[in-house]
């Protein structure tokens, strides 16, 4: 176990605490997954991102550390407050396909960003629908705080003392409740199970006491964190906008279920928003940016990640080109400072790279202060009194943290060729070899003719450029 405590901001309460664990030999966290009716855009992998690097820190310090994600493959429905279509349903009509085709292709689309991103702490992925059984239980205990409507069996949420608390909204008017289920006690209410309408058949539904139909989404947190990790568990973490109706939901069902005031977590963490220009990125704008589309134009996904790093999970961040630029020339140096170090590695362990962990440490344990954890790397692996080896192996120790995977990925990795690329790397490799033998022999026509037609197919020639790189894609 490190020294510096962890500090970490829990909603709940509003405040920074100390982590205490409440089994530190079995640290359990809980992260609300992608509604697998699209493709995540890069705003829900921040989501992900912030959750992966409180696994990696909880890990890092010393704590063995279960991470689930689920997968949410029925019951979120168009409008977080509890009316419009599933989404699932939804897509799966407008792309005419079965909801299990599409709930496959959007889980393995997602996962295969998991991968590039090198998010790596969930060693659990859960999927709604394979706990059907286990729901319509969780349902049935808490009942005697339920009522039966047309639409199915609803959630009073006048039930539980304190409703809300975590959004510190008032229910009727803080969270823009406009709710056009009839039959509702509260406006808060919401659906535990949906009966299917009369005479409809929809894709997805189960038979229940309250007839056939589908479980609310909210449901199926309480019920995946209950049956793999028990209430109440350590942390549970998802976008802010979950702060608001998701969460406070979850927590009335578990309060419900348990008959007492532990909210399921012990604390409840939520990352702020990536905004583009027009606002919060999401998906009912129709266009939206994917980590595909950033490689299509030749960035590595780990810039993306280092994007992300830069910032405190608890402020917005506004995702530009710029900024992603600027992320891509940081890793780029790091890469390369760390390839300088291979190359010079002699295998002597000569320094001590202590200070550096501490200045690393402090600022994680700092409520995930990545943004000033990125520095401390940087003047370690620059640190001329340190030998390369003792930098090489306190850069492995680092990005156990960052999850950047600089001690995997190398220059050639990042040249990510964008989608639209017109030349292959071994033209390239080819055109700037005739150069350089035409600029031996003074041939500076061919030379700049060469240049002139690799920038006309987006490559840069870098001639003396500080980092040793040969040519990049023209951003
Ligand atoms: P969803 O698939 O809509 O359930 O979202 C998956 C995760 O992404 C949830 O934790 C959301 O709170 C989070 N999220 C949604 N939009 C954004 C955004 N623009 N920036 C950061 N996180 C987001
Ligand atoms: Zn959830």
Known sequence: ?????????????????????????????????????????????????????????????????????????????????????????????AQSKSIWDIAAHYTEAFKADVTRLNITTVTEWTVATDHIPQMIDFAKA??????QIEGGLYFDTSKVPNYGALARATTEDGENRIDPVSGKRNAADFAIWRKSPPGEQ????WDSPWGKGAPGWHLECSVMSLAHLGHPFDIHTGGIDHREIHHPNEIAQNQAYCGCADTGARIWMHNNFLLDRSGKMSKSAGEFLRLQTLVDAGFHPLAYRLMC??????????????????????????????????????????????????????AVSDDLNTARALPALEEMLADKKLSPAVRLAGLVDFDGVLGLDLAAIDRTDLRVRPANATLSEAEIDAQ????????????????????????????????????????????
């Open 1 to 93: 176990m490190t020294e510096t405590p962890l500090k970490l901001y829990n909603s709940l309460s509003r405040s920074i605490e100390t982590f205490e664990p409440i089994d530190p030999s079995d640290v359990r966290v809980y992260t609300c997954g992608p509604t697998v009716y699209n493709y995540q855009h890069i705003g829900n992998m921040r989501a992900f991102l912030f959750a992966d690097t409180l696994g990696r820190v909880l890990r890092w310090k010393g704590y063995p550390t279960r991470h689930i994600i689920n997968i949410t493959d029925v019951g979120h429905l168009t409008s977080d407050a509890d009316a419009g279509d599933d989404k699932m349903e939804k897509a799966a009509a």
């Open 309 to 362: 790093l830069q910032a405190h999970y608890r402020s917005e961040l506004e995702f530009s080109w710029d900024n992603l630029v600027a992320a891509n020339v940081r890793l780029k140096r790091l890469v390369m400072a760390v390839a300088n170090l291979k190359i010079r590695d002699d295998g002597s362990m000569k320094g001590e790279a202590t200070d550096y962990r501490k200045q690393l440490e402090d």
């Open 432 to 475: 700037l070899a005739a150069r350089k033998e035409a600029r031996s022999a003074k041939d500076f026509a061919r030379s700049d003719a060469i240049r002139d037609a690799l920038s006309a197919a987006g490559i840069e020639v870098m001639d003396g450029d500080p980092l040793g790189w040969d040519w990049r894609v023209e951003i």
């Open 142 to 147: 808490i009942e005697k705080d339920c009522y």
């Open 202 to 205: 929809r894709q997805m539904e």
